[in-house]
Nanobody, 125 residues
């Protein structure tokens, strides 16, 4: 059974940083697209960043490139999202998701089969 366990959310002031973690079951981690998505109240879920765990290729939402960094630790089956220069507009529930790699990493959340429980990020001005 595939499990994704997120941690690291919290409340910070604008300009601050947070690092989110997502530990995945080994059964999927070895060759998967793992992504971070977020959803703010009243808004659609949007992609933040994704990574191919088998090769390290990374992809970002254009609007977040430069502030957010996705990375992996193969020894821990874990993907991270480092978020810097946080803005109140970054306030949302952040979700980790995974799909088995099939040659490319989809950007749309609908293609991701496995989801974590979500972790709240709140940025105050």
């Amino acid at each position: 059974q595939v499990q994704l366990v997120e941690s690291g959310g919290g409340s910070v002031q604008a300009g601050g940083s947070l690092r989110l973690s997502c530990e995945a079951s080994r059964s999927i981690y070895r060759s998967a697209c793992m992504g971070w998505f977020r959803q703010a109240p009243g808004k659609q879920r949007e992609g933040v960043a994704r990574i191919y765990t088998g090769g390290g290729s990374t992809y970002y939402a254009d609007s977040l490139k430069g502030r957010f960094t996705i990375s992996q630790d193969n020894a821990k089956n874990t993907v991270y999202l480092e978020m810097n220069s946080l803005e109140p507009e970054d306030t949302a529930m952040y979700f980790c998701a995974a799909q088995r790699y099939r040659g490319y990493c989809d950007s749309a959340s609908v293609y991701y089969n496995y989801w974590g429980q979500g972790t709240q990020v709140t940025v105050s001005s």
